[in-house]
């Protein structure tokens, strides 16, 4: 196969249905999911002992403003809960840095000033990560979720212009269509990418819409990316038959 596995973002009422559905893995998200607060604190929820996972979506709680918020109650967050994540991640495991709510500027925040800021969250998180056998991608988001790193472009340069070596970006097809980056910019930083979410139009399973899915999959694969990719979707009451209908659909589209 083209890439290492074709899996599906869920939570955790809905991981034994993908794993039923045929998905080569579960990306399971992290705050409000995996995680949930306890007191001060955080704790793993317990439909995941015994678990592991090679990646995990959602990694900080909207509440939780990474640019405004006292940096010792940021680094707090990180350090409590990367050593949950690492108990049910395997070696390697990515932790997609999304968390469009969290790491959005306020208006009066001049922007190179944001980027510092995010620039050090994310190079604490990196380390702190790496210390656990775990690594950060950071994923660009269009500009209705953040007003920083809106494109795989704009990632690329803000992790060169901050010298945050050893963390990779996501590629989210999402994101790219929002963004209108061109495909032909995905193929020539597919060297850069670290992993892969897709979707259809209005995050719909591949298939159910009229988006570009498998050029998206062939320009990553073109430039190189050989990785997993997860399928990040809005799902029907009855899941289980739409999954395998677009795992089947990723599947046979996906370059050989």
């Known amino acids: 196969m083209a890439f290492s596995g074709i899996g599906i973002v869920a939570g955790a009422a809905l991981t034994h249905i993908v794993r039923r559905a045929g998905a080569d893995h579960v990306e399971p998200g992290i705050a409000g999911n995996l995680v949930h607060r306890d007191g001060d604190g955080w704790r793993l929820d317990p439909a995941y002992d015994d678990e592991r996972f090679g990646s995990f979506a959602l990694f900080v709680p909207p509440d939780l403003s990474l640019l405004t918020e006292d940096p010792d109650v940021v680094d707090g967050y990180l350090r409590a809960v990367l050593p949950i994540v690492a108990l049910v991640a395997t070696s390697g495991a990515r932790i997609v840095f999304g968390s469009g709510t969290a790491r959005t500027a306020p208006p009066d925040m001049p922007m190179a000033q944001a980027h510092e800021r995010f620039a050090r969250v994310v190079r604490v998180a990196r380390d702190l990560a790496a210390t656990h ?16 790193v809106h494109t795989i472009e704009q990632a690329v340069a803000f992790l060169d212009a901050f010298d945050l ?92």
Do not use: K
């Open 133 to 148: 056998d775990l690594r950060i991608v950071l994923e660009p988001l269009n500009r209705d979720e953040t007003n920083v």
């Open 165 to 256: 070596q050893g963390v990779s970006v996501v590629a989210d097809l999402f994101h790219v269509q929002a963004e209108h980056e061109s495909f032909d910019v995905v193929r020539s930083l597919a060297d850069r990418i670290g992993h892969v979410h897709v979707s259809d139009r209005d995050r719909l399973p591949p298939g159910e819409g009229d988006w570009p899915w498998p050029e998206f999959l062939a320009a990553v694969h073109q430039g190189g990316y050989r990785g997993p990719v997860s399928l990040e979707c809005r799902w029907s009451d009855d899941p289980e038959p739409q999954m395998d209908a677009a795992l089947r659909a990723v599947r046979a589209a996906a370059p050989h």
